[in-house]
């Protein structure tokens, strides 16, 4: 058998550090690949990014990257990745200015780029593209790069199924194509994973149907290692009713912090302050993880809205103000009967991004030579909470590293492709296909949703032993349940054998968070014990997760530190 | 007090083939999309219905465009009310089965990459 594709390095996922990473490879030399499940540039995250990209680019106030790092650390509650954070923040600036070339559009004031606060930030840092576009804008820049490359072949349709590995290093990939239902096998001398988080595990999240652990399973399966699964970042606002179309959950952040929008209860108290955080209503500082526990405490107490969150009010805003901080969007809420002048909505913290992920090292190559890693799917540069404005920064950076590192690393390297390392890739392929025809009634996306509810329930933003272990039961009956192939196939636009793939990796990918929330008995960050309310310094540590056969292995890792020294801002160029 | 039920018929089947016509019936909620209730049915009576979509709320993916009531929309924007709607593919599009058509751009296709015959028709 002959494989069907042969290229150099291989992408999987074109977001933001997908579609960077592959610009980054083809312009270092190698030839590369993109592939995606959805359409090149418009599934995962990046392109429902409405909000702000922090770098330290200093043009609305002097600013270094070691305050925004200095920043990171602290967000982080003491298990970033010094490294993986200092990458992040010293080639922040870069990318933002690269970007700029490519004419992205970043907001402009007064001849410079207008950096805004955010949230956990010294100073003003976050660059953005009006009006709540920067993900778009950020695509659309991408896209076009991708278009202009030269040794870049790309794919929508296509999914990875597997990783192969041959010989203790990476030798290519399986993928399923969804328009046909056949196998497709990929010769790569390197393979970068950027397909994003895992947020869609959860019944309330903000994810795009594409964000269910892929990355973090293909992971695993190809023998590489994760790091602090248990770190999922809740958004404390994301919206919950009245029914919002056309919009992104997430939305109200940027106007809650331009305008000082008040959380309140039922009663209509503000209540933030009373769990550990003074926040007056003309501030908005709350850390995304006191914000989410305080939401989740009144709701719990029977103080929450009617569909189980807090409202948001704007009242106290004149009309005027609102229509000047909103613009055009205050047009699109009329159209889904929002007045804001009238009535707060309600919010509740939905899941949103992983801090955990793939482990690499600073060249973004994880314990598998050849096997690289960028985005939301590389763990560790945020600890266990992520400073708001670092999601993109690290997608630019973390995809033009990998990328970088990968065209570097295949050298004069020859390709280890071998049908017998693809082999059962390739039949479980194969053996879905040959399953009898449709399937009606409840299938897969059903089992979906009752892992949704598990996760949300015993693996959210309160956690215990006996809520841990009942989920991790039902998760691993459920792996086992789905069996080795996908039970459903479809002729044309094979959706029903995608979501088998799909549903495995999100098993996976959920007992993972679970066996890493069981191991860290203590609370710190996105990860709250109710039976370990406190955090223990004994336990700041880094935990590791890995594959043994069809069975999880946590163990402990030391942090990795580097100590830097904080630039005086006056002394700064 | 009786529930209220949105009413879809959805167009069904692949290319070549003489379109199918199947009615569902989905528990309303005020303000859902017909991608809400697509989901809906997908999860709960027949996942063997094919769609496309990826955002889900944020109208930013633009995958999800089909024709309701012979009026091309997105699924995710487009409102469902309690009169019954007729629910097909794109017309200008390729069909690959149910609702979901070939809206892939020429440069990034599979077949493309795989050295196929351009399947365009």
């Known amino acids: ?573 | 007090m009786t529930e209220r039920l949105a009413r879809l018929k959805i167009q069904r089947g692949g290319p070549g083939e003489a379109p199918a016509y199947d009615d569902f019936e989905v528990p309303y909620r005020e303000g859902m999309s017909v991608l809400d209730a697509l989901i809906w049915i997908r999860t709960n009576k027949d996942s063997s219905l094919a769609i496309r979509y990826s955002c889900t709320n944020a109208n930013t993916c633009k995958e999800c465009m089909v024709r309701v009531d012979e009026k091309t929309v997105y699924a995710c924007t487009k409102r469902l009310g309690t009169t019954p709607v007729l629910v097909g593919p794109l017309t200008n599009k390729r069909l690959l089965r149910d609702l979901v058509t070939d809206i892939v751009p020429p440069r990034e296709k599979l077949s493309l990459l795989l050295g196929e015959p351009n399947s365009e028709e």
């Not at chain 1, 490879?25 to 995606?36: F, H, K, M, S, Y």
């Not at chain 1, 106030?61 to 650390?73: A, K, M, S």
């Not at chain 1, 992040?88 to 410079?112: F, S, T, V, Y």
């Not at chain 1, 809205?305 to 909103?326: M, T």
Request: charged letters at 20%; aromatic letters at 6%.
């Open chain 1, 1 to 573: 058998m002959t494989v069907d594709v042969t290229t150099d390095v291989l992408v999987v996922g074109s977001g933001a550090a997908g579609m960077y990473a592959a610009v980054s490879a083809a312009r270092n030399g190698a030839d590369t690949v993109l592939v995606d499940k959805s359409l090149i540039g418009r599934g995962g995250a990046t392109i429902m990014a409405q909000m702000t990209v922090a770098a330290a680019v200093g043009e609305q106030e002097p600013d270094h990257w070691t305050h925004h790092l200095q920043d990171t650390l602290e967000s982080g509650r003491g298990l970033c990745n010094e490294e993986l954070a200092a990458i992040l923040c010293e080639e922040a600036p870069l990318r933002i200015r690269e970007l700029d070339e490519w004419k992205i559009g970043w907001a402009r004031e007064d001849g410079h780029m207008k950096q805004v606060m955010a949230p956990g930030h010294g100073r003003e840092r976050c660059v953005y593209v009006d009006f709540l576009n920067t993900g778009p804008a950020v695509a659309r820049t991408l896209r076009t790069q991708i278009g202009r490359a030269g040794n870049l072949r790309r794919a929508s349709e296509l999914t990875i199924t597997s990783i192969v590995v041959n010989d203790g290093q990476v030798a290519g990939a399986v993928g399923l194509n969804m328009e046909t239902g056949a196998a497709v096998t990929i010769q790569a001398k390197a393979v970068v994973l950027a397909a994003g988080g895992l947020t869609r595990l959860y019944q309330r999240n903000s994810a795009s149907v594409n964000m269910g652990g892929d990355a973090y399973a293909l992971a695993l399966r190809a023998g590489a290692e994760l790091i602090d699964m248990e770190f999922v970042q809740f958004f404390p606002i994301g919206h919950l009713a009245p029914r919002l179309v056309g919009m992104d959950p997430i939305m109200w952040d940027p106007f809650r912090y331009k305008l000082g929008g008040r959380l309140l209860n039922s009663e209509g108290d503000e209540f933030v302050q009373n769990y550990g955080h003074a926040e007056t209503s003309n501030k908005y500082t709350a850390p995304r993880d006191v914000a989410s526990f305080a939401i989740l405490q009144e709701v719990a107490a029977g103080r929450g809205s009617p569909a189980g969150g807090a409202y948001l009010s704007f009242e106290h805003i004149p009309e005027a103000d609102l229509r000047a901080a909103f613009g055009p969007v205050i047009d699109r809420l009329a159209a889904n009967d929002i007045d804001l002048t009238k009535r707060g909505i309600e919010v509740s913290p939905i899941a949103h991004y992983h801090m955990g992920g793939v482990r690499v090292d600073g060249h973004m190559e994880t314990g598998v030579p050849g096997l690289f890693a960028a985005g939301e799917a590389v763990g560790g540069a945020n600890g266990a909470n992520r400073l708001s404005g670092n999601a993109l920064s690290e997608a630019f950076v973390f995809g033009e590293r990998a990328g970088r590192f990968a065209a570097e690393a295949i050298g004069n390297r020859v390709g280890s492709w071998s049908n017998e390392a693809a082999r059962s890739a390739i039949d479980e392929i194969m053996a879905g296909r040959h399953v009898a025809t449709r399937q009606s009634g409840p299938g897969l996306a059903s089992m979906l949703v009752t892992l949704q509810k598990i996760m949300w329930q015993d693996v959210g933003l309160l956690r215990t032993a006996n809520g841990l272990a009942n989920a991790r039961a039902l998760v691993q009956n459920m792996r086992w349940d789905i069996g080795d192939y996908p039970g459903a196939s479809d002729h044309r636009f094979a959706l029903s054998m995608q979501e088998w793939f799909d549903l495995r990796n999100s098993l996976i990918a959920a007992e993972a968070i679970i066996a890493s929330a069981q191991t860290r008995t203590e609370s710190r960050g996105a990860h709250q014990r109710g039976d370990f309310p406190r955090t223990d310094v004994d336990q700041t540590h880094n935990l590791i997760t890995r594959l043994d056969g069809e069975g999880l292995s946590v163990m402990e890792a030391p942090l990795v530190s580097k100590p830097f020294n904080l630039i005086p801002l006056e002394a700064a160029e």
